[in-house]
């Protein structure tokens, strides 16, 4: 079942729509879980969107993308298509994840500025910082160090596409942005075990307990590392302020600035699933990085500010996902 990603505030399109009105938005990567809420924002918003499945226009072929720009001629492309998915995709696949997200970033790029596009908004990751960098996470310490681990390559493919984007706008005007969202979730998120990240992976897990009856869970590691989440809605409409408003490439992150737990987000999840069994810990596995949350004042720059608290976004999208699969 797809996720309903209309629910938006009737302030924000009142708000961004003088600034996006009439605009031909192509939004890649369109159809994926964060793409059909940017896609609804902008329509919200009163843009023209544009939102081909890969099918139709593969960006690992620089002739699809120049056809299409060249037939379509949108305002504003907002780069969300990726090669991505949780840890063991990344795991399984790092070459194809760093390849690939290079590949299409530069080839999109090229043929943006060579159609005369006028703004390229990338959508990147928090992949792309260095491992031990200093919390909260500012943008300008991006370059003090190598993304390692298994995102590592993912996260410099993206970073590589950081640096693209500020040349083409010093060298070709071509109007830049670069947002860092923070771990998303909400309904419609992936939760095919091979593909889904932290929450939505808790979300089975505790559902599927909570039906069963099972008188414990175990989670990997101690649960005390801490991690920054962010609904898929309020990163929706941070992309499309970000369209509107921002000036200048820098980078900029998209967050609550609230970390969490992963043994907090795990007791929000068992009690919105009605789970009632113990949690366990299994100390013996590993825990990943200790920490990590953002510095998100930059964003406060084009006027966004997280809206959806963590708990409530949970019981939105356990509610969604009990409706959709059990
Ligand atoms: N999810 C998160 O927690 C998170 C956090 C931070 C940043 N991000 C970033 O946000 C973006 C969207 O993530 P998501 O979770 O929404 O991913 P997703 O659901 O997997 O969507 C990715 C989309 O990329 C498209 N795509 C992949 N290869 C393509 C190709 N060769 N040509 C054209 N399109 C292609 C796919 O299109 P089709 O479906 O048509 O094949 C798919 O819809 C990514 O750039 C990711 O790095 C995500």
Redesign the pocket.
Known sequence: MEADPTHLEQSFAEDVAPAIKGQRVFV????????QYVVAAFRQAGAEVLAP???E????DPHQIAQYLMTHRPDAIV???????GIGANVAEPARFLY?NAL?GLQLLEQARLAEVDRFVL????CAYPQNAPLPLREDTLWDGPPTGATGPYGMA?RLLHEAVATYEHQYGLRGSVLI?????GPGD?FDPANS?VVAAMIRRYTEAARDGAPHITNWGTGQPTREFLHVRDAARAIVRATAFQQGSLPVNLGTGVETSIKSLAEMIAHSAGYLGEIRWDTDKPDGQPRRFLDVSRAQDFGFQAEVALADGLAETIGWYLRSFH
């Open positions: 890649t990567g369109g159809n994926g879980f964060l793409g499945r890969s099918s226009v593969d960006l690992t780069h969300l298509a990726a090669a991505c998915g690939e299409m959508i990147s990751t928090t993206k969202p923070a771990n998303l979730y992936h990240h």
